[in-house]
T-cell receptor, first 116, second 111 residues
Framework: EAGVVQSPRYKIIEKKQPVAFWCNPI?????LYWYLQNLGQGPELLIR????????DSQLPKDRFSAERLKGVDSTLKIQPAELGDSAVYLC??????????????FGPGTRLTVL | GEDVEQSLFLSVREGDSSVINCTYT??????LYWYKQEPGAGLQLLTY?????DMKQDQRLTVLLNKKDKHLSLRIADTQTGDSAIYFC???????????FGKGTKLSVKP
C-alpha cells in the first residue's frame, strides 16, 4: 500500500512569491491533515479535512494561507504571499476515518520550504 | 492550554537501553503516541497506548504510562545505530480533538 505522497519535497522561493504544496493521502483515508513543523519543534496542526469539508481550520493563518480538498481526495495548501517566517516543513497526514486524534495518523515525507 | 514536554537530547551506547520520557497536561487524552522522525523524512508511527493501559510492549519497544502523573515513557531495548532519530511524543483524543506534539527528543546512538 502506498503511503502519503507529497510534492514537491523541497521548494525555494523569494519572499512575496506564491507557493503551493500538494498531498495525496493513503487510498480510502477520509481524514486529511496539514501540519507545520518549524525547526526544532513538533508538528502543529494547520487544518483538518473530513472528506472535502474543513472541520478544523482554526490554526490556519487565513490572511495568506488557503487550502482545498476538492473531491475529498488530494489536497493543496497555498501560501500567498510567502514571508520569511514561513520557512518550515509542511507535513500532510491522513487517517482512515473521522475520529479526531483517536484515529492513527500516517504522515508523508513533507515539503521543506525555504523563503529567501 | 494543552502541552507536551520532552527532554531534547539523549545519548546512549549501542546495545544499551534507551528511555525517552514525556509529560503531558490534558487529563482527557485518550491515546498517547510515539513517532520517529529520521533526517529529511516524515513522522513514522512507532506505537501508541490507550489511556486505560499502563504498559504496552512491541518487540524492542516498551511504553509505560502513568496516568496519575501524566507521564509517558518509551524504552528501546538493545538500541542500534539505526535507532538514531528524533522521537516525538503526542497526546490525542483530548479537549482539542487533535494531536498535540512535544518538541521531540533527539536520540544519538554511539557505536
Amino acid at each position: 500500500e502506498a503511503g502519503v505522497v507529497q510534492s514537491p519535497r523541497y521548494k525555494i522561493i523569494e519572499k512575496k512569491q506564491p507557493v503551493a504544496f500538494w498531498c495525496n493521502p493513503i487510498s480510502g483515508h477520509n481524514t486529511l491533515y496539514w501540519y507545520l513543523q518549524n525547526l526544532g519543534q513538533g508538528p502543529e496542526l494547520l487544518i483538518r479535512y473530513e472528506n472535502e469539508e474543513a472541520v478544523d481550520d482554526s490554526q490556519l493563518p487565513k490572511d495568506r494561507f488557503s487550502a482545498e480538498r476538492l473531491k475529498g481526495v488530494d489536497s493543496t495548501l497555498k501560501i500567498q504571499p510567502a514571508e520569511l517566517g514561513d520557512s518550515a516543513v509542511y507535513l500532510c497526514a491522513s487517517s482512515p476515518r473521522f475520529g479526531g486524534s483517536t484515529d492513527t495518523q500516517y504522515f508523508g515525507p513533507g515539503t521543506r520550504l525555504t523563503v529567501l | 492550554g494543552e502541552d507536551v514536554e520532552q527532554s531534547l537530547f539523549l545519548s546512549v551506547r549501542e546495545g544499551d537501553s534507551s528511555v525517552i520520557n514525556c509529560t503531558y497536561t490534558d487529563s482527557s487524552s485518550t491515546y498517547l503516541y510515539w513517532y520517529k522522525q529520521e533526517p529529511g523524512a516524515g513522522l513514522q508511527l512507532l506505537t501508541y497506548i490507550f489511556s486505560n493501559m499502563d504498559m504496552k510492549q512491541d518487540q524492542r519497544l516498551t511504553v509505560l504510562l502513568n496516568k496519575k502523573d501524566k507521564h509517558l515513557s518509551l524504552r528501546i531495548a538493545d538500541t542500534q545505530t539505526g535507532d538514531s532519530a528524533i522521537y516525538f511524543c503526542a497526546e490525542g483524543g483530548g479537549s482539542q480533538g487533535n494531536l498535540i506534539f512535544g518538541k521531540g527528543t533527539k536520540l544519538s546512538v554511539k557505536p
